[in-house]
Nanobody, 125 residues
Framework: QVQLVESGGGLVQAGGSLRLSCAAS????????MGWFRQAPGKEREFVAT????????YYADPVKGRFTISGDNAKNTVSLRMNSLKPEDTAVYYC??????????????????WGQGTQVTVSS
């Protein structure tokens, strides 16, 4: 089981930027995808972005395209999410996730078998 630890959340004004980081430990060589999800109060956990660990292909949810950038460092076993032009609706707990499974949808939380503890991002208007 891969262990994931997020950092970098906080409070920012609308239009500002934050960078989230996720450090992975354990059998990371099995990772297929690493991604970020978020969950706002009273809402379901939703996909934000994911990166294929080998090859680096990236995928984004429509609401964050052009504003968020996911990147990975295989040597350091870290994945980051750079968030620009933040909006109040981006407020949520952000979770880092990893999957060693092939065949499932990389957009679905159920496809991921390792999760971090989450980090709060709050965007004030």
């Amino acid at each position: 089981q891969v262990q994931l630890v997020e950092s970098g959340g906080g409070l920012v004004q609308a239009g500002g930027s934050l960078r989230l980081s996720c450090a992975a430990s354990g059998p990371t060589f099995n990772n297929y995808h690493m991604g970020w999800f978020r969950q706002a109060p009273g809402k379901e956990r939703e996909f934000v972005a994911t990166i294929r660990w080998i090859g680096g292909s990236t995928y984004y949810a429509d609401p964050v395209k052009g504003r968020f950038t996911i990147s990975g460092d295989n040597a350091k076993n870290t994945v980051s999410l750079r968030m620009n032009s933040l909006k109040p609706e981006d407020t949520a707990v952000y979770y880092c996730a990893a999957t060693s499974r092939y065949g499932g949808s990389v957009y679905a939380p159920s496809s991921y078998n390792s999760w971090g503890q989450g980090t709060q991002v709050t965007v004030s208007s």
